[in-house]
């Protein structure tokens, strides 16, 4: 089930394609990026935007994405992908 896979094989199954990856990948992370750019923008109208535009950057840009890890649990370097991006 997608639901039970980590942020990265999502990621990777979404770069490979699968839009189903990418939804569950979007309700996991669209929350978290989003109250993060409300809180840096004090806008809920530009934090929309800047989640639009994290996600639309993966979908364009993250061929080349490699992660990077310290630790050997995947959750560790997978859930940073999105911090990285956000940034």
Known sequence: ???????EQLLR?????DEDAFTVLY???Q?????FALHM?????IA???TQDVFM?????????????SGSRETMCA???SGTIRR
């Open 41 to 45: 923008s004090g806008s809920a109208q």
């Open 48 to 50: 929309e935007e800047v």
């Open 13 to 17: 199954q979404t770069l490979a394609g």
């Open 31 to 35: 929350g978290p990026i989003f109250r």
């Open 57 to 69: 950057f993966l979908l364009q840009r993250g061929q080349g994405w490699e992660p990077i890890c």
């Open 79 to 81: 859930g940073r992908w």
């Open 1 to 7: 089930m997608l639901t039970d896979l980590t942020d």
């Open 27 to 29: 309700h996991r992370r």
